[in-house]
């Protein structure tokens, strides 16, 4: 599997849990299933990072797909240590194959993970 089709099941299988999916280790490759894990356990910062990063908004507000995205870039960019610029480009790129319906998803994505970057980076 390489990094690309990793972060793709690793949203997915955020996905999947954000609607209420089974936590199951046998449905996904075990590195993912390690850092989703991780992400796990850093939620709150992860949260935060986001809902701050967010300008008239709650991550609540967010439909999953994107939430999902959004979580795991900003535990790339916080914990994987993956540049900001890979992390955001990849999270973009699975905002316009899974979400951007209308063309304002990848914008709108792209703010807050920059505005994400800045908290993360400084």
Same mark, same amino acid.
């Given at each position: 599997m390489n990094r690309r089709e990793h972060r793709?099941?690793?949203v997915i299988f955020?996905? %999947?849990?954000? *609607?209420?999916?089974d936590y199951e280790k046998d449905n996904v490759d075990g590195e993912v299933f390690?850092? &989703?894990?991780?992400? *796990?356990?850093h939620t709150d910062e992860i949260e935060d990072i986001l809902n701050k990063s967010l300008v008239n908004? $709650?991550?609540?507000?967010l439909n999953l797909v994107d939430k999902a995205i959004l979580k795991y870039a900003v535990y790339e960019m916080k914990?994987?240590?993956?540049?900001y610029e &890979?992390? *955001?480009?990849?999270?973009?790129e699975? %905002? $316009? $194959?899974?979400?951007? *319906?209308?063309? $304002?998803?990848?914008?709108?994505?792209?703010k807050v993970l920059d505005k994400a970057k800045d908290l993360i980076y400084g």
């Open positions: 793709e099941a690793a955020l996905y %999947t849990l954000e *609607i209420g999916g390690e850092n &989703i894990s991780d992400l *796990i356990s908004w $709650k991550l609540d507000r914990y994987l240590s993956s540049p &890979i992390a *955001i480009n990849e999270a973009l699975l %905002t $316009k $194959k899974y979400s951007d *319906i209308d063309g $304002k998803q990848v914008p709108f994505n792209n």
